[in-house]
């Protein structure tokens, strides 16, 4: 089984090739379109389309790419050329120049990406590791990682591990964290339990470094929420289920943002 | 998975317009506001493709709705 990946070419694109030549680069960051929100049983026309309508818009900000992401990945599963690698792009203030983006064509706010566009967004992760456009050690964030946004969306966010994963897609519960979950998720967790602290006045969270490693620092912390919360977190490691929703959901989203972008 | 790369000229692309692939995208649900979290000063640049710009700023001021924020 082949993915698509139709360059700018393919596609249409109106502007001249732009973006600075970039080299490899160790980071990859994972945005949402959000708007345009474009379905699995779109036509690769209507696709094509999109991708020249958010080329022109993204060329009259000025920016020195259009579209400014490296790849954009549909929920067909089919890619479509951005600036492309190797070219610097516009999608994150700060680290443009040292990083490449995939986006996801879809509303991550409102669902994450089918499995067929996570399939092509490992594929495309290898295609840039194998191709010397990316470091085999590289980090992996989402936007919101690095500005007060939810992009790429509070759906997909939680997944972009699948991002990285060679192994068949499983979709990771978004109720349940432990000790074994990927670093972002910790931090997220860690952020939380930060601000239950600050809450509740617990000395044991407030303050809580967002590492992204569940020590003993986070196990305490965690501890002293759950009894905060007249929580039962009875099993050490581990917390799911309406507990872990619930002491998510207390939390405005704007906190979250603001303390995952330090 | 093996990647297919599809490098020929799409059969719309004599007769797509600017305007007319901006509403394609406004029917998809619009065209998202862009702020200073993408942009950084490097990342600011001059296209030569003017005709593309202008034609884009012309439609948004027809068309404002399609922004979404």
Known sequence: MAIDLTTRRGWGARTSRTGRPMGRVSHLVVHHFWRPDVPASASRATERSVMRGVEAFHASQGWSAAPGYQLVVFDSGRAYEGVGLGRQGVHTKGINSTSIAFCFGNDGDAAQPTDAAWATAQALRKYAVDGGYLTPDYRLTGHRDHAAKSCPGNRTYPHIGRVRSDAPPTDEDPNMIDTKSAAHRIRLFQTVLAWWGGQANLAAARGLAADGVWGKNTEAAWQAVAKATRFTAATTGRVEGPEFVALLHAVPPEVIFTQLAQ | ?69
């Open chain 2, 1 to 69: 998975m093996a990647i297919r790369l599809v490098d020929e000229r799409p059969p719309e692309y004599a007769e797509s317009t600017v305007e007319g692939d901006l509403a394609m995208a406004a029917e998809a649900g619009g065209l998202t506001d862009i702020d200073e979290a993408h942009a950084d000063d490097l990342a600011v640049g001059v296209l030569a493709d003017r005709d593309v710009v202008q034609r884009t700023q012309a439609w948004l001021a027809d068309h404002p709705e399609a922004v979404q924020r």
